[in-house]
């Protein structure tokens, strides 16, 4: 079955920058474009952005361009999101999820990874 | 962007009841090329990552119960839960994927009456 593991909290201070994990496995990683989504404290949920394994190709919220980048191994099935100049803005759980529908870059979100907590404090 | 508005912001109910939560999007959702809704609904439980409930506005994804229904078009859409359980509290999503960012609704909580 689908699972999406990642990487544990991290407590980081302001200013720094913090890099997650998610390695994938029960599909094929190249397949499908991998998204991120930012979920704030008692807050809905927001889309960073996505990169399809097969390619590193990515698209972004521009809310998020600057902020976050993307990257993956395809040899560990694992991608990588790394957030820069941390503000307590930047506080959230961090989920990872690949994308199913007709269009590869667009789509509904079937699975999900745990999340990863990050704090940003001094 | 696309603004997905989701009402009530919260619920109370008692087990058994039917209940209807309600997602509008900014435009239409409704691609004419497939005649297909582009909208997600969502279930978060406190602590837990969110769940995908239907796609297509209407396409129950595997293992999630019938009483989960999905309706609505263009730019009104619909949750509706029949009888009520104790596991459906929970927080409810709906997301829009008919234009890139996709967004989410502000959420609507499903608590006991």
Not at chain 2, 23 to 37: A, F, M, T
Request: aromatic residues 12%; positive net charge; proline residues 4%.
């Amino acid at each position: 079955q689908v699972k999406l593991l990642q990487s544990g909290a991290a407590l980081v201070k302001p200013g720094a920058s913090v890099k997650m994990s998610c390695k994938a496995s029960g599909y094929t990683f190249t397949d499908y474009w991998v998204s991120w989504v930012k979920q704030s404290h008692g807050k809905s949920l927001e889309w960073i952005g996505e990169i399809y394994p097969n390619s590193g190709a990515t698209n972004f919220n521009e809310k998020f361009k600057g902020k976050a980048t993307l990257t993956v191994d395809k040899s560990t099935s694992t991608a990588y999101m790394e957030l820069s100049r941390l503000t307590s803005e930047d506080s959230a759980i961090y989920y990872c999820t690949p994308t199913y529908g007709l269009r590869g870059d667009m789509g509904w979100f079937a699975y999900w990874g745990q999340g990863t907590l990050v704090t940003v404090s001094s | 962007d696309i603004v997905m508005t989701q009402s009530p912001s919260s619920l109370a109910v008692s087990a058994g009841e039917t209940v209807t939560i309600n997602c509008k999007s900014s435009q239409s959702l409704l691609y004419s090329g497939n005649q297909k809704n582009y909208l997600a609904w969502y279930q978060q439980k406190p602590g837990q990552s969110p769940k995908l409930l239907i796609y297509w506005a209407s396409t129950r994804q595997s293992g999630v119960p019938d009483r989960f229904i999905g309706s609505g078009s263009g730019t009104d859409f619909t949750l509706t839960i029949s009888s009520v359980q104790a596991e459906d509290l929970a927080i409810y999503y709906c997301q829009q994927y008919y234009d890139t960012p996709p967004t989410f609704g502000g959420g609507t909580k499903l608590e006991l009456k």
